[in-house]
């Protein structure tokens, strides 16, 4: 049985040119990078040189990135971080209604600490509402966070639009660039960014370590793990000098593979969609064209998606519901629920997303074992049009 896997936006395999660069900081460059001999210069200079190359690639400063543990944390430290330096009963922040759940649920927290929070809704392909991101922001909002695109139908936010528009009413704009950092292009600066999110695994860099874009511009933030005062004072704790170094050298592999990557991916992409719709009741969720090159949501009527799922798994097809982060949720996704998807059609939902490894056979493969699947589903279903 062949074994696909087409989850690249949960996480990605690690490019063995990236475990190459990480061995030896495990065994042999092994000092704290916060000890001033030899051995933790040594490991010192490796994570600024990393610094630096992750903060080039996306156009800001070596002392503007702040190495993390995961996007999670650096969501997390952001919007908590601005709360609890700003003081919690003066902020609000506003968020869309399509974020990540690193993002809803923090921000879920300090309401309940006392912070206003407002979220902006999207229209039904997943783009921002700008009308009611103005509303939003006429009514006092300080920080705006907007996910660059969205880690379950792939659609891509307008960002410097976004971006000019908060800093046209004196509020900054966050973006957790996770999911597309790596496969399309990003330039803080032309893009009215003030802070960012983004990490290493879904770029096939190593799991564990992400980072937090902070513009020198823009208001600055408390942190949330206090100690010795690493990485500027702003998260405390031994920095992770493999998984840095690891992040950095695919960065490196990004910067040279990226745009040829993406334009083959993307067409891989096309063709599935392309054949899936050709099943009867079959739809794309998120923006035919505003997306990433690499997820094809899509959703089938009259069946449940988990099933479909345990189905193309027993042909060795890799895909996931939703996101990896809430898979295990019994409730249909919020994302999908934001776009005006009905629940039982949520429930019916797909997401394939494809990677380097991924190529022609594969979408073959998919696309002959698909329709079948869904068939035999829809055969057995008790959500038949008459459920309707």
Not at 64 to 70: D, N, P, V
Request: charged content about 25%; overall charge negative.
């Amino acid at each position: 049985m062949r074994k696909i896997y087409t989850d690249y936006a949960a996480t990605t395999p690690t490019d063995p040119r990236v475990l190459e660069a990480m061995e030896p900081f495990f065994s042999e460059v092994y000092g704290n990078a916060s000890s001033m001999n030899a051995f933790g210069l040594e490991a010192r200079k490796a994570i600024e040189d990393a610094r630096n190359v992750v903060s080039g690639f996306m156009n800001t400063e070596h002392e503007e990135l702040i190495f993390t543990g995961s996007a999670t944390e650096a969501n997390n430290l952001i919007l908590k971080g601005f709360a609890f330096k700003k003081g919690m009963q003066k902020v609000h922040i506003a968020v869309s209604t399509i974020e990540h759940d690193s993002v809803l649920n923090t921000v879920d927290w300090l309401e309940r600490q006392g912070v206003k929070i407002s979220q902006i809704p999207v229209d039904e392909y997943g783009l921002l509402k700008m009308g009611a991101l103005m509303d939003a922001l006429k009514s006092g909002v300080s920080l705006v966070s907007v996910i660059h695109a969205n880690n379950e139908v792939g659609t891509v936010q307008p960002i410097s639009e976004i971006g000019k528009i908060c800093h046209e009413h004196g509020a900054y704009l966050h973006t957790d660039a996770a999911q597309s950092f790596g496969k399309i292009p990003i330039d803080v600066k032309q893009m009215n960014i003030d802070y960012m999110t983004v990490n290493a695994h879904k770029i096939y860099g190593p799991k564990g370590v992400g980072a937090l874009f902070l513009s020198k511009g823009a208001a600055a933030v408390d942190p949330l793990v206090h100690g010795g005062g690493h990485e500027f004072g702003l998260r405390s704790g031994t920095e992770n000098t493999p998984g840095i170094v690891g992040f950095a050298k695919a960065v490196e592999i990004r910067r040279d593979e990226m745009v040829p990557e993406s334009k083959r991916i993307d067409k891989l992409r096309n063709q599935l969609v392309e054949g899936a719709l050709k099943i009867e009741d079959a739809y794309l969720n998120g923006h035919p064209t505003k997306r990433l090159p690499n997820i094809a949501s899509l959703r089938f009527s009259y069946i449940d998606g988990e099933s479909l799922l345990l189905l193309l798994n027993d042909e060795g097809i890799a895909a996931t519901t939703g996101s990896a982060c809430s898979s295990r949720s019994q409730e249909p996704s919020h994302v999908l629920l934001a776009l005006g998807i009905k629940p039982e059609e949520a429930r019916g939902s797909l997401r394939f997303s494809l990677g380097k490894y991924n190529n022609e056979e594969d979408v073959d493969y998919i696309l002959d074992v698909l329709p079948k699947a869904v068939r035999k589903l829809r055969e057995i279903s008790p959500l038949g049009k008459n459920a309707y």
